[in-house]
C-alpha cells in the first residue's frame, strides 16, 4: 500500500527551462508535505516544505504547489539548472494518528537537466 | 552547526554476519530515524527513536533492531545478514517530534552483503 506516489521514474528538462515534479498521496491525514533532493552515495537533503493550511510556498527557484482536494503536490523548478540534476523524493508526514510525525517517502523521481 | 554524521560509510560483510551501524544527531535533535534504501527503491521506514525510546518500527523483521543512547546518538543492529540486506542506509534526525518534522539525513552506511 503506497501512499505516497510518485509516478514519474524520470524526467529530463532542458536547462532554463521549467522542471516539474510530481506527487500524489492517499492518506487524508498527511498534514505536511515535503521534497527531498539526493545525489547518488549522498544522504537525501531536505529542499522545501509546506503545511496542509498553504497551498503554495516559493523558496528561490522553487515552488511547491498543494492540491488537496485532489491530493496532489507538485515541485516547480524555474529556471532549471545542469546541478539540479538529482533524484527527487516527495515526502508527508500526519500529526495525528498511527505512525504521526514520520515521514512517508515516494520512490523517486530521477531528474536529469540537460545543459 | 554539524550535520548528521553516520559510521562506517563503507561496509562489507559476508551472509549470516551481525552488523552495528551508529549515527549521531544534530546538536538539539531528539528524534532518530533508519532507513534503508535497497538498490532501485526509494526510502524504507526501519526505526524510529526519541528520547531513548523505540517509537515505531518499519515492516522489517525482528533481526533489525537498534537503540538510542542518553546522548541521542543511535546504533542500528541487523542480525543473521541476508544477501537482500545490501543497501543504503540512512539515518536522520529531527527536533521533538511537532505537527512539522523535517528530518535531515546523514550520507549513509553503504552495506554489501557477500
Known amino acids: 500500500d503506497q501512499q505516497v506516489k510518485q509516478n514519474s521514474p524520470s524526467l529530463s528538462v532542458q536547462e532554463g527551462r521549467i522542471s516539474i515534479l510530481n506527487c500524489d498521496y492517499t492518506?487524508?491525514?498527511?498534514?505536511?508535505f515535503l521534497w527531498y533532493k539526493k545525489y547518488p552515495a549522498e544522504g537525501p537533503t531536505f529542499l522545501i516544505s509546506i503545511s496542509s493550511i498553504k497551498d503554495k510556498n516559493e523558496d528561490g527557484r522553487f515552488t511547491v504547489f498543494l492540491n488537496k482536494s485532489a491530493k496532489h503536490l507538485s515541485l516547480h523548478i524555474v529556471p532549471s539548472q545542469p546541478g539540479d540534476s538529482a533524484v527527487y523524493f516527495c515526502?508527508?508526514?500526519?500529526?495525528?494518528?498511527?505512525?504521526?510525525?514520520?515521514?512517508?517517502f515516494g520512490k523517486g523521481t530521477k531528474l536529469s537537466v540537460i545543459p | 552547526e554539524a550535520g548528521v554524521t553516520q559510521s562506517p560509510t563503507h561496509l562489507i560483510k559476508t551472509r549470516g554476519q551481525h552488523v552495528t551501524l551508529r549515527c549521531s544527531p544534530i546538536?538539539?535533535?531528539?528524534?532518530v530515524y533508519w532507513y534503508q534504501q535497497a538498490l532501485g527503491l526509494g526510502l524504507q521506514f526501519l526505526l524510529w527513536y526519541d528520547e531513548g525510546e523505540e517509537r515505531n518500527r518499519g515492516n522489517f523483521p525482528p533481526r533489525f533492531s537498534g537503540r538510542q543512547f542518553p546522548n541521542y546518538s543511535s546504533e542500528l543492529n541487523v542480525n543473521a545478514l541476508e544477501l537482500e540486506d545490501s543497501a543504503l542506509y540512512l539515518c536522520a534526525s529531527s527536533r521533538r517530534p511537532s505537527s512539522y518534522n523535517e528530518q535531515f539525513f546523514g550520507p549513509g552506511t553503504r552495506l554489501t552483503v557477500l
Open positions: 546538536s538539539g535533535h531528539t528524534s
Open positions: 492518506n487524508s491525514m498527511f498534514d505536511y
Open positions: 515526502a508527508a508526514s500526519a500529526s495525528t494518528g498511527a505512525g504521526s510525525y514520520q515521514l512517508t
